[in-house]
């Protein structure tokens, strides 16, 4: 039973931009913590971005001033718009939905940042 269903991702030049998105029940939407994650090949997986039941976010010093996570209440979705991307910015991105006791991740969605 998928839970997180993500999409947004492909192919953008350095500089570029993309917004992911990660549709989800209304039950996960408001009350599991939200998050996106990432991981590079041969890296570990990695927190991008989180925004709690409350609306409360923080965000890895790395995407900070250049990534914007956030929620549509209409629509149980929650969105990473990503702003002048890098290079290095390159990796499978999860979606990720949690509350002690239960996590839930997303099938995942590459992102490319490449000229």
């Known amino acids: 039973q998928v839970q997180l269903v993500e999409s947004g991702g492909g192919l953008v030049q350095p500089g570029g931009s993309l917004r992911l998105s990660c549709a989800t029940s209304g039950t996960i939407f408001r009350l599991y913590n939200m998050g996106w994650y990432r991981q590079a090949p041969g890296k570990q997986r990695e927190l991008v971005a989180a925004?709690?039941?409350?609306?409360?976010?923080n965000y890895a010093d790395s995407v900070k001033g250049r990534f914007t996570i956030s929620k549509d209440y209409a629509k149980n979705t929650v969105y990473l718009q990503m702003n002048s991307l890098r290079p290095e910015d390159t990796a499978v991105y999860y979606c990720?939905?949690?509350?002690?006791?239960?996590?839930?991740w997303g099938q995942g969605t590459q992102v490319t940042v490449s000229s």
């Open positions: 925004i709690s039941s409350g609306g409360s976010t």
């Open positions: 990720n939905g949690d509350r002690p006791g239960r996590t839930y």
